[in-house]
């Protein structure tokens, strides 16, 4: 029998719903900071942080915040409604 991920981690829907807004969060800081030719170590300086730090941000870590996502986002500058439209899908 197969199963969905969810279903074999026997995720709730929200633990879903939040994994995959914290994924799409990592996937658009990686794509704005590509699109602005920035380099992870010059992201982590931007953002005060080091770039194993933004390695594991753009990875998906789950040691890392939404907030640090959003704030990351935002110093890359993405508008209220980018971000709202990540976190919408």
Aim: no cysteine; net charge positive.
């Amino acid at each position: 029998k197969f199963g969905s991920v969810d279903e074999f981690l026997n995720l709730s829907p929200e633990e879903s719903a939040y994994i995959e807004m914290k994924l799409r969060l990592s996937e658009s800081l990686r794509q704005r900071r590509k699109r602005r030719e920035l380099s992870q170590i010059q992201l982590a300086k931007l953002i005060r942080s080091s770039q194993s730090r933004v390695a594991k941000m753009e990875g998906g870590d789950p040691s890392v915040s939404i907030d640090l996502l959003v704030r990351s986002l935002l110093a890359l500058g993405a508008s209220n409604r980018e971000l709202a439209k990540v976190i919408m899908g």
